[in-house]
């Protein structure tokens, strides 16, 4: 499908400075929104740092952003797919990141929303107007000109994948190697490791997947992990796994259910424990790790486990069983930290709490600003994805 977002940038750029509803951020949840808001008659815009819609799932070659080339979702098209747009049947059952963008794209041509997004329109402050509206301050690229818009009810939709969180290990800065935030990885050859010794730090599912990748492309690859972690399949019983997940299971006692599920993964895959994963807490008690493919490699010895980092010796890492190895390379796949710095201090402060979290209603709605403040999509299901959350955050919303 053709890129058009630059020409309709352009076409947005005689309209109106004032709505009564601006989006900020043109993923999957500010799309959800904008297409909400303009369902209702409601006098809206939305405002994109990029030239393209699809936020994550849009995979950005040169920018610290966006999905791995290799990346393929791990919930399943029936659970991450817009409640009005299901995915053709022709489509995998775990569609690639390219499927996923296409599919991002149709669905703002079939809803009409390119219209009414604002491309390379980068928020650099937000600022409440008297508590009766907000003002919105953006830089345009390319040109780098400021404008101001302004509304009166705003929803924020950046996103909590946004800021790198880098580990801080006693002596990393003594390591003479390449230390690199899975924000910034596209994949082994992309980013010039083939062949190397790489440490990755974390289990999540961007930990594992990247993993895998460097050993597909011949690396020396350990993987460091402090809690240990289940590794949940793809399928159970040939189907998605994330569609056991219902109203039947949920109505089962959590200590129950978690028992149930974790017999269930052991049946198939082996104790965790057999394969130096070794959990600290139950399935149930963390955000999963959905692979296909981690336990095969550790059965093979491709990857390696290793415990918690203990320290950097120049290019030598101890970990906490006291074991070493050099390495050429790190791969930090630490998470990210909420960044809402284009929010002026009064507000942020109000919403932001000093452990960098949010102070939200439902993840969404802060009793300081009521409906005139919104966020969506700043949260993490334990099932399912987070598309079908944010439809129903905005509906909760009421805007």
């Known amino acids: 499908m053709e890129d058009v977002s630059r020409n309709i940038s352009i076409q947005n750029s005689d309209q109106s400075q004032n709505f009564e509803v601006i989006v900020v951020g043109a993923g999957i949840s500010g799309l959800v929104a904008l297409k909400y808001c303009k369902e209702a008659g409601i006098d809206c815009t939305l405002l994109e740092a990029s030239d393209k819609v699809g936020g994550l799932w849009t995979y950005r070659k040169d920018e610290d952003y966006g999905a791995m080339r290799f990346t393929h979702i791990n919930v399943s098209k029936y659970n991450y797919c817009f409640s009005d747009y299901p995915f053709d049947d022709s489509q995998p059952e775990y569609p690639s990141h390219h499927v996923l963008s296409e599919y991002i794209k149709d669905y703002c041509v079939t809803f009409d929303l390119i219209d009414h997004i604002h491309f390379l329109y980068r928020v650099s402050m937000i600022e409440d107007i008297r508590g009766e509206g907000w003002k919105i301050t953006v830089s345009s690229s390319p ?85 240990g972690a289940w590794i949940i399949p793809n399928y159970i019983m040939g189907y998605p796994t994330d569609l056991y997940a219902s109203r ?152």
Not at 300 to 321: E, G, Y
């Open 143 to 227: 040109q780098q000109t400021e404008k101001v818009f302004t509304c009166i009810k705003l929803i924020l939709a950046t996103g909590h994948h946004v800021t790198p969180k880098i580990a801080s290990f006693p002596g990393l800065d003594s390591f003479p190697g390449r230390v690199i935030h899975s924000s910034g990885y596209k994949d082994a050859r992309e980013n010039g490791l083939e062949g190397s010794s790489v440490l990755v730090v974390g289990i999540g599912n961007s930990a594992v997947d990247a993993a895998v990748d460097l050993a597909n492309h011949e690396c020396n690859v350990h993987l460091s992990t402090r809690s």
């Open 248 to 399: 039947f299971t949920l109505t089962m006692p959590w200590k129950l259910l978690n028992f149930v599920f974790e017999s269930i993964v052991t049946f198939i895959l082996g104790s965790p424990f057999k394969w130096g994963l070794n959990p600290k807490m139950g399935i149930l008690q963390t955000q999963p790790t959905v692979s296909a493919t981690l336990v095969h490699y550790l059965q093979r010895k491709w990857i390696k486990l290793r415990p918690n980092v203990d320290r950097f010796d120049n290019s030598r890492v101890t970990f906490a069983d006291g074991s070493q190895e050099d390495f050429e390379a790190v791969l930090m796949c630490t998470g990210y930290a909420i960044q809402l710095d284009f929010l002026e201090e009064s507000v942020r402060c109000k919403v932001v709490d000093r452990d960098n979290k949010l102070r939200l209603y439902r993840h969404m709605i802060s009793p300081e600003f009521g409906d005139r403040l919104a966020f969506l999509g700043f949260l993490q299901p334990s099932s399912g994805g987070i598309l079908m959350c944010s439809e129903v955050q905005v509906a909760f919303s009421a805007f």
